[in-house]
């Protein structure tokens, strides 16, 4: 995956030296500063597509759907009957109970009460913790499954409860299962589920299915925005990832000593992320404590599993579904939609297999009854992401663009 991302961050540097200027970034070869990327971890970059989009006449199916939702007078629920349809839409459990809620949003002690027995799907008139979430509060012979979550009406929460819901029915189908198996076969696999039904939602084909977008565009210039939007996302997110384990294990097992914690987590940054800080940085400054797993010890190692997991699990539900076809232009990965088509329920099938095992079997038999590999691949990924690295390798020839970064993080650090 590391020549994908190199041509990814040496495209999205060389526009943006097009776009501050040139007397801001002098150097066509240097790490990109952190603080460029619209999200304050720089974990995703998607945020300043508009500035370096290939094609900005192009219109955005997006902002369409976003439109369109409103248009349509959608509500929270609605978006939530939406999401749990396409899930019945594979055979899949109906997970109505997850976000079904009689509360209200005034801020009453019976509707304080109200929210600490049921979904929250909505925020209420007091201060809550909105980060979305899945609740698996399950007794035998009570479905206890609950998403909380304050939810606005937009296709990015269209998306998040379509992943929160994959939490939902994993939940669901292992739920029989002794209680030492009720769990993701490995960490991966939980965050996995949701990401891989996110891709095939965010296909222009099903949300035109689902009469959120009027019309989807079958040019090359639609294609390359479509995947570089996700490239931003998906791909850019992997070193960061990577990056924040090999900081953790670093302190773990002492190979980072406590007095160059900084140094060397921009020295980690520079090495696989390309990235520099904004300003100077000192030991007197705990930048890696600004993400929440570092300073809460949390694994992230798992978010960098099921970024690989979930492009191998839906590369298999588009062949099951017939979506996908390689080497067929007309069925590409990247367009396919896998609960359409005759054959949806086939590849349902395969994954509700997946989640009813839980953690009762070694995940790689697991992997392998899904995908028929044992391993990890990247290969699914460079599938999704091949007329992108193509066109990318085009522009990159074409107009002499520096790949890879000089080593300049000791200039940042006093």
Not at 75 to 90: A, D, K, M, Q, V
């Amino acid at each position: 995956m590391s020549p994908l991302y190199l041509s990814v961050h040496a495209y999205v540097r060389w526009r943006y030296r097009q776009h501050w200027g040139e007397e801001k970034m002098p150097d066509p070869a240097a790490p990109i500063p952190a603080h460029l990327f619209g999200n304050m971890w720089a974990q995703s970059w998607q945020g300043t597509f508009k500035m370096v989009s290939p094609f900005p006449d192009e219109p955005s199916p997006f902002d369409e759907v976003d439109a369109n939702l409103v248009k349509q007078n959608y509500t929270t629920r609605r978006i939530f009957e939406l999401s749990n349809s396409f899930y019945g839409s594979l055979g899949l459990a109906d997970m109505e109970m997850c976000y079904d809620t009689p509360c209200g949003t005034e801020d009453t002690p019976e509707n304080r009460d109200c929210v600490h027995q049921n979904p929250m799907i909505e925020k209420p008139d007091w201060d809550v913790v909105c980060h979305a979430s899945a609740w698996d509060l399950y007794k035998p012979g009570n479905d206890d499954f609950r998403i909380k979550m304050c939810t606005e009406v937009n296709l990015d929460d269209l998306v998040t409860i379509h992943h929160e819901m994959g939490h939902i029915q994993y939940y669901l189908q292992y739920k029989d299962k002794p209680l030492e198996f009720r769990g993701g076969a490995n960490p991966g696999f939980h965050e996995a589920i949701g990401d891989t039904m996110a891709l095939s939602v965010n296909t222009p084909d099903h949300l035109q299915k689902v009469g959120l977008l009027d019309a989807v565009s079958d040019s090359e210039e639609a294609d390359i925005n479509f995947l570089l939007t996700a490239a931003m996302e998906r791909i850019v997110f992997l070193p960061f990832a990577y990056t924040i384990d090999q900081f953790r294990w670093g302190l773990f097992n002492q190979s980072i000593p406590l007095e160059r914690m900084n140094e060397v987590w921009w020295q980690l940054r520079e090495k696989y992320q390309g990235i520099n800080p904004p300003v100077m940085r000192s030991e007197e400054d705990f930048d890696a404590g600004s993400k929440y797993h570092v300073a809460g010890d949390v694994s992230y190692i798992r978010y960098f599993v099921a970024h690989i997991l979930e492009y191998q699990f839906y590369r298999q539900m588009c062949l099951d579904s017939g979506n996908f076809v390689p080497g067929d232009p007309a069925k590409p990965l990247h367009k396919c939609d896998f609960s359409q088509g005759d054959l949806a329920l086939l590849a349902g099938q395969r994954l509700k297999n997946l989640l009813a095992a839980g953690s009762s079997s070694p995940w790689p038999d697991l992997l392998e009854e899904m995908t028929g590999y044992r391993k990890m691949s990247a290969q699914a990924i460079l599938d999704y992401f091949a007329p992108l690295a193509a066109w990318l390798e085009q522009e990159i020839v074409e107009n002499n663009i520096p790949v890879g970064w000089t080593q300049q993080v000791q200039d940042w650090l006093h």
